[in-house]
């Protein structure tokens, strides 16, 4: 099994940033890919951000030129730096691994974006 813990969300006023953390563990060998997804109220989850274990990214449109994903393969944590955030990056965020083939998810941590 692993587990996931996302932390660092919260309440921020457009314009501002935050960086969302992911750290994975449990029985791990090796994460193929860390990912941000979002889900915001009414609306079904989508894409924000992933990376390969080689460090190959993909963002969707909504969150390129404003969010960085990185990770520390060591700490087998992912992160999400978001910067110009806007109120409709309002939603719950959720961290997504895939080792071994599986795919696990957080629970997730809000992020609200005041205009």
């Known amino acids: 099994q692993v587990q996931l813990v996302e932390s660092g969300g919260g309440l921020v006023q457009a314009g501002g940033s935050l960086r969302l953390s992911c750290a994975a563990s449990g029985s791990i060998f090796s994460i193929n890919l860390m990912g941000w997804y979002r889900q915001a109220q009414g609306k079904q989850r989508e894409l924000v951000a992933t990376i390969t274990s080689g460090g190959m990214t993909n963002y969707a449109d909504s969150a390129k030129g404003r969010f960085t994903i990185s990770r520390d393969n060591a700490k087998n944590t992912a992160y999400l730096q978001m910067n110009r955030l806007k109120p409709e990056d309002t939603a719950v965020y959720y961290c997504?691994?895939?080792?071994?083939?599986?795919?696990?998810w957080g629970k997730g941590t809000l992020v609200t974006v005041s205009s």
């Open positions: 997504k691994v895939i080792t071994r083939g599986i795919v696990y």
